[in-house]
């Protein structure tokens, strides 16, 4: 039984459109002194490859899981540099020797391709205790490569499984499928606390004197996103994979209290009246002087304090924007998103600071006609809200909007969902049911094509949408987020992105209009958890986008509803 590390990083790179990565080095060693410290990892080897070329990288790693490892041994590669996915979900490694081409595309024969890795070495090795650690952009890419049927159920020694825990695979990433991960000046965030977690004992979250695989995930995933919340570090396992043992725990007085301060600690960084009364009784029931309790506080709340000065820059650039520009231009607004990603920081973190500020950005401008207002033409977003009754709700299909009326008059953008899901359950004679809970925009827009709660819109249906009933849904919106919420405001920002109301799905453009309206942060699209339901968000955030874009196939997706604004005169 033995346990063997390969640890690759690269940090630097021959073609200069690849950024160097100096804090790679510092990971990879901090890698090795925790793993070859004989009273912690334990590792028998733990070799460092620095800055290798595709062919070198492929070879070592064929080395330590194809002619090295044993079936009882413990197999560990870990990969810190740049992560590239290609267009068909693929994840490469980079090299020191990838190229790019002409067209700004990396070309993939230079690079190591991670399912080669996983189909070539990783499941033909007699190795049955495998754990691959990546510090890269992309990184959850690699586990869409690990099938099901792989998940095959063995017997094995219970010696062995007490002393190297379960057998199977683990890949712990630092980023998702679709997110890149995050590098300061002292390497990967996600590395560092990998490290913290073995170095201090802290990821002995049972006290067991063991770390586990889950375990060290779930410690250093938990510190990241103290600090950088927006960063999604993800584990993925093969049978009990999770339950491989990687480290020794010493006892100490210094790691009971390290997890006293963890325990006291709250959310927001702060210690209670409490807390710190507990603190300081086990500082003297642990027999540590002043200075040692300190600095052990001080590394605990070291993630705190850096996502408090993550907002400080956030807000401090704001504030030096506004000082210079009175309204933010487009271009500054893209700037300061830019900036909150680098910061890896969530919309819920940067609202409260934009909520400070009022209104950030005006609404854009909406539709005009030429040749002056056209009385007999149905009127233009926004106009005319005053002239309207407002028990005046028309719709076609006798649909009642006076709830969704009554809650965006209110602002209550989210509890609308639940509420006419009520009321259109019982149009339909069903009972309530938590599982399904549409929105309410959705449900009145489906009532009116004549559809249930559980049906999806056709694109011909969206086509064919009462103008009586999308012209009421969208007034509504606009009135009462004072312009700034609607489909007819969406339109508009969708055609400013070089998008065309025909129907057809352009692709660019889509995505801009996702950067635009706040549905993608950090090149994901959000999900429902991640909406801000307020008007301190973007201009055209809400009607949130699966209310139309995911009811149809992707190719007609919004352009579909905007033909149909455009055709109704919206």
């Known amino acids: 039984m033995a346990k063997y590390a390969l640890l690759i990083g690269v940090s630097e790179y021959q073609h200069n459109q690849l950024k160097p990565l100096p804090g790679v080095a510092k990971d990879i060693e901090a890698m090795q002194r925790v793993l070859l410290n004989s009273k912690i990892g334990g590792f028998d080897e733990a070799n460092l490859l620095t800055n290798p070329n595709s062919d070198v990288m492929r070879s070592h790693i064929e080395q330590l899981f194809l002619h090295k490892a044993q079936k009882d041994d413990i197999v560990l590669l870990y990969f810190s540099g740049h992560g590239y996915k290609h267009e068909d979900g693929d994840l490469f490694f980079v090299s020191h020797t990838t190229q790019i081409n002409s067209q700004g595309v990396l070309t993939i024969g230079t690079a190591v391709e991670a399912k080669f890795i996983h189909e070539r070495y990783m499941s033909r090795s007699k190795s049955k205790r495998q754990v691959l650690i990546l510090d890269c952009c992309f990184s959850g890419a690699f586990a869409e490569g690990m099938s099901a049927k792989e998940a095959v159920v063995v017997s094995i020694n219970n010696e062995i499984a007490a002393q190297l825990g379960g057998e199977g695979r683990a890949v712990l990433t630092s980023s998702t499928a679709a997110q890149v991960s995050f590098e300061d000046a002292g390497g990967g965030v996600y590395t560092r606390y990998l490290v913290e977690g073995i170095e201090k004992g802290a990821a002995d979250t049972n006290s067991d004197g063991v770390i586990t695989v889950d375990e060290l995930h779930e410690y250093a995933k938990r510190k990241v996103q103290e600090a950088k919340p927006a960063m999604k ?324 997706g919004y352009g579909v509803l905007f033909s149909r604004i455009e055709t109704c005169k919206l």
């Open 233 to 556: 570090p993800e584990i993925y396992a093969v049978r009990e994979g999770y339950k491989i043992h990687l480290a020794n725990v010493p006892v100490s007085p210094e790691l009971q209290y390290r997890k006293e301060v963890e325990q006291c600690v709250r959310k927001d960084g702060s210690f209670s009246v409490v807390g710190r009364n507990i603190l300081n009784r086990k500082q003297r029931e642990f027999g540590l002087t002043p200075e040692v309790a300190a600095a052990i506080k001080e590394e605990v709340l070291k993630p705190f304090r850096e996502f408090q000065e993550s907002l400080q820059e956030y807000e401090q650039a704001l504030t030096e924007a506004l000082e210079e520009e009175a309204i933010l231009s487009d271009e500054t607004r893209e700037e300061l998103k830019r900036l909150q990603q680098i910061l890896k920081l969530r919309n819920e973190d940067v609202a409260p600071i934009q909520a400070r500020f009022g209104d950030l950005t005006p609404p854009p401008p909406f539709p005009t006609r030429e040749g002056g207002k056209d009385n007999n033409s149905p009127p233009l977003a926004g106009e005319g809200l005053g002239e309207r009754s407002e028990d005046e709700l028309p719709s076609e299909k006798g649909v009642d909007y006076k709830k969704l009326r009554d809650l965006l008059k209110a602002g209550n953008w989210k509890e609308a969902d639940y509420e006419t899901y009520l009321v259109m359950l019982q149009a339909v004679g069903k009972k309530e049911n938590d599982y399904f809970k549409p929105y309410e925009t959705f449900l009145v827009m489906i009532q009116a094509v004549g559809k249930k709660e559980n049906d999806y819109f056709k694109p011909d249906e969206l086509l064919n949408f009462p103008c009586t009933d999308l012209r009421t849904i969208d007034r509504l919106w606009v009135k009462y987020s004072n312009g700034r919420f609607g489909f007819s405001v969406q339109k508009e920002i969708y055609l400013s992105c070089g998008g065309k109301a025909d129907g057809k799905y352009y692709e660019e453009a889509w995505n801009k209009f996702g950067d635009r309206v706040f549905w993608k942060v950090d090149n994901n699209w959000i999900d429902y958890n991640d909406v801000t339901f307020s008007t301190s968000a973007p201009v055209g955030h809400l009607p949130f986008r699966r209310q139309c874009l995911f009811w149809l196939d992707r190719v007609a």
